[in-house]
């Protein structure tokens, strides 16, 4: 499933994250990359002991924590702290798929990386290409939207990031362990959870059908979670 999530951080949010990050110092994006990627992978990224990451990871995993869709989507389990990357004068990063298993720097912790995310921290008006295409069973999808929004996409997915030719495209980028590993049974529970919400919505929390419904979500839960 690749999801697109509006207004997850707002204009002012935005603006007083990239201040931090504009001010802070980077470097060269191959050194958190393996000897594959590190062919095509052109960009800049926050080290990974930067002093100013604390507070603005921690900024950006609380307003996720507080979007009901995103959380319904996701189904976290474990998060790995976002990192932050930057390209410009024709930087990229050629087709890809992201490591299997990360580790959380400083637990030395690894977590399985069952969902990507990137959260955008630039206007689409700021720059040119920069687009996130990501490749499916129904082809490839081209991504690129406003400041603050994000995209969530299975890490088993093959993408890219096509080059930067004007400007600067600034971005969160993660990786997240789901109590459910499987993406087709994350889209089901998420379409289903949906659904429950829309009834909940428009016949009241406790109508026998949202309440069966729900009932039925708590039960798939229980057969597919790993906590």
């Known amino acids: 499933m690749l999801l697109c999530l509006p207004d997850i951080l707002s204009p002012d949010e935005v603006a007083e994250i990239r201040a931090i990050l504009d001010a802070a110092d980077w470097q060269d994006g191959r050194h958190t990359a393996g000897p594959q990627s590190a062919e095509i992978k052109r960009n800049a990224q926050i080290p990974l002991d930067s002093p100013i990451l604390p507070e603005v990871q921690t900024r950006l995993l609380r307003a996720l924590g507080s979007n009901p869709v995103w959380l ?30 990360r580790v959380i720097p400083a637990e030395g912790r690894r977590i399985r990386t069952d969902v990507s995310c ?55 980028f993660f990786w997240i362990q789901s109590m459910v590993r499987d993406d087709a049974r994350r889209e ?30 708590h039960n798939l839960i229980r057969q597919w979670a790993e906590c």
Do not use: W
Not at 82 to 101: C, K, L, S
């Open 72 to 101: 319904s989507a996701v189904l976290p389990l474990h998060i790995l702290p976002p990192m932050f990357n930057r390209y410009e004068g024709g930087q990229t990063f050629g087709t890809h798929v992201d490591n299997a298993i």
């Open 188 to 217: 089901m529970l998420f379409d289903l959870d949906q659904t429950i919400q829309s009834l909940s919505a428009s016949l009241g929390l406790n109508a026998p059908d949202a309440v069966r419904l729900t009932g039925i979500y």
């Open 118 to 172: 990137t959260l955008l921290l630039s206007d689409p008006a700021d720059y040119d290409g920069g687009e996130l295409v990501v490749e499916g069973h129904y082809g490839a999808q081209a991504v690129k939207l406003p400041a603050g929004h994000c995209v969530i996409y299975p890490s088993t997915s093959l993408h890219q990031v096509t080059p930067v030719t004007r400007g600067a495209r600034v971005a969160s």
